[in-house]
């Protein structure tokens, strides 16, 4: 219990970021309908938010002992405070850029410290594993709840720039959070384990990973299954609006299906596990993703033009949609799991810096594929093209089970 302090400002901080990370799509919607920019543009904010994780989670992650886990958090909450003051004042679209930039930085920095911080609150494996599922489960509970604290500040003059003043209520959730992390005991790091090498040096070694043919069977599945699931998230709610002819704030509304979806999909995988080999239960999983697709963007077609209202009287299709997460849901998870556990220890925190790198790449390529697609040619082929990168995991699983295979027969010799 004396940790609770500490537990509490961690959780705080994650549920922050996860509204604030996860808005993007609605963020994308209202950019095109307020300030008038082509869907490819507003595409563009995807990479102002993951590139900035990718890259600043690689340079301070040996930095931040130095200064202090207090100090690194306090730095990046004060710095989302800032951006959600001045975004609304600017009320425009280059504000949006520079906010999503500051919380991409502010993230990876959360991210690091509170990871680190989870070792220094608990003693044993057991409790480690369990305080950080619950960290994890509390960013959902924040990925959920954004989507309504959103749409709350959303009206029907789509033109309004009104639902800027959310950043008003979200500054004042980050100035508690603060406050939170101040008076938490967050100790500096005694007896820092730095690297000797230098940044550049650190880079080298990462990247020298990936010549592993396992490896780099790993990132070309992670890059490609979070292309699917930023394309499908970040579009959502666009696509709910302008295909399937939704109010702005129903269309944000039911996209919170998907974040619910992602949630619940792992936490019945992990049960499923238990008892499936995870090479079928994942190609099980893409076998229904696809089907769902095929399904579903046949019904977005020729809608009758009637009044919806609440979420109540949507149209199948705008329930059905977000049901893919329930099956991509454990694909990511599974794939990170297997990947660390065939290297050594040692290992891990490189095999993290690649995970997070192609991960961010993944998410920026896969929402600026579908503004591209979506700009030029419509949603339905945009969310059709999802099932390229689906067949190409099919084919990477099949490698990487045969690959992770070689490695642990070779590892028992």
């Not at 609605?26 to 507003?42: D, E, H, M, P, R």
């Not at 697609?373 to 093209?385: D, I, K, L, T």
């Amino acid at each position: 219990m004396h940790n609770m302090r500490t537990i509490l400002a961690m959780g705080a901080c994650y549920f922050l970021f996860a509204i604030l990370l996860n808005s993007v799509g609605t963020v994308i919607l209202q950019a095109i309908n307020t300030f008038g920019v082509s869907k490819a543009q507003a595409a563009s904010l995807e990479g102002f938010k993951d590139l900035p994780i990718a890259i600043v989670s690689f340079l301070v992650a040996s930095f931040i002992p130095r200064i202090g886990y207090k100090f690194a958090l306090l730095g990046g909450l004060s710095l989302v405070t800032i951006m959600c003051l001045v975004t609304p004042i600017a009320g425009s679209f280059w504000a949006l850029k520079a906010l999503f930039a500051a919380v991409g930085c502010a993230f990876a920095i959360v991210k690091v410290s509170v990871y680190a911080l989870i070792g220094q609150v608990t003693d044993s494996t057991k409790s480690h594993s369990s305080l950080l599922n619950t960290i994890e489960g509390v960013f959902m509970v924040g990925v959920l709840s954004g989507y309504w604290v959103f749409a709350a500040f959303l009206s029907e003059d789509i033109a309004s720039n009104n639902w800027l003043n959310v950043y008003y209520l979200l500054c004042a959730l980050s100035i508690i959070t603060m406050c939170l992390v101040w008076f938490a005991k967050i100790d500096k790091p005694a007896n820092q384990i730095l690297s000797h090498g230098s940044a550049k040096s650190d880079f080298f070694n990462m990247l020298r990973l990936t010549y592993q043919p396992l490896v780099l069977v790993f990132v070309i599945s992670a890059f490609l299954y979070v292309l699917i699931e930023q394309g499908v998230g970040t579009w959502l709610p666009t696509f709910n609006n302008q295909v399937l002819n939704l109010p702005v704030d129903v269309s944000v509304q039911l996209s919170s299906i998907f974040a619910a979806s992602l949630a619940i999909g792992r936490l019945a995988a992990g049960q499923i596990l238990k008892k499936v080999d995870w090479y079928l239960f994942l190609n099980i999983c893409l076998a229904g993703m696809a089907v769902l697709v095929l399904l579903t963007l046949p019904m977005t077609k020729d809608l009758p033009q009637t009044q919806v209202t609440s979420v109540f009287n949507a149209p199948t299709a705008a329930y059905l949609m977000p049901l893919i997460g329930l099956l991509m849901a454990p694909i990511y998870p599974v794939i990170n799991s297997i990947m660390l556990s065939s290297l050594e220890k040692h290992r891990h925190a490189a095999m993290t810096g690649l995970i997070v790198v192609f991960s961010a790449l993944g998410g920026t390529t896969g929402s600026l594929i579908t503004g591209f697609v979506f700009e030029y040619m419509s949603g339905q082929h945009a969310f059709y093209m999802s099932l390229i990168p689906m067949a190409i995991i099919t084919v990477t699983l099949f490698l990487f089970k045969k690959r992770a295979q070689q490695v642990a027969c070779s590892s028992a010799v």
